[in-house]
């Protein structure tokens, strides 16, 4: 059985009091959660505050990007040996907003996840279609080639240690939910795709999030799937109650 894991992705999103008075109210509710790992990846300026608040708790914190290259003059970049040292133990890569308005491209997600996986990171590797290659029917080879031309280019031993996120853009930020059926096709698809490429052992280890307009109120729902490990969560993570509720889905 894999373990859930149910993260949550601010966005640019919470200053450092906000930080704060978030986890004040967040951390008892999920004190007694031991059936999920619990993430929360907050904007760069407030890991460190955020970290000092999950102390001698079980909550872990992700970084929301990374660059792809070690060190240089690269500004307004941060480099996964920093992120790893401030206390980061997760990465969100290629996320569809950093695809879409910044130009990532699956050769970007690839170093950055080799880079991360090279400092201790666990990178959440993100991918997932438009709403005009779906219409198109082109949602298998869209997630083909994301597949391929990122967590597909590891080795083995590097692919068994990342998680992925499937995102359909169409149903991030926009109150529509992928329906669990949909999500779980999806996530069918891309297990096949690390079975034909690795092995079916990795195949079936490998845990995927599903991401998309997750709420409390459908959760539930999408969890019944045995394929959907977990979810990335947006909106629904900025407020502490909302979130607990989402990790308290069983
Ligand atoms: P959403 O965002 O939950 O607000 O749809 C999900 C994400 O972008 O990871």
Redo the contacts with the bound molecule.
Sequence with gaps: MRRRVIAG?W?MYKTLAETRAFFTTFNPLVANSKHCDIVVGPPFTAISTALDSVKGTSIAIAGQNVSWSQDGAFTGEVSAHMLAEAGCRYVIIG???RRQLFRETDDNVAKKTLISLESGLTPIV?LGERQEDREAGLTEEVLGRQFTGGPGALTPDEFSRILL?Y?PVW????GRTATPEIAADAHAFLRRCAGEKFSIRHASALRILY????KPDNIQGLMAQEELDGA??????LDPKSFAAIVNFE
């Design positions: 992705n966005k996320h569809s907003e993100c996120a995102e149903a991030i930020g926009t991401g998309g307009s997750v990335l969560v947006g909106g629904a993570s």
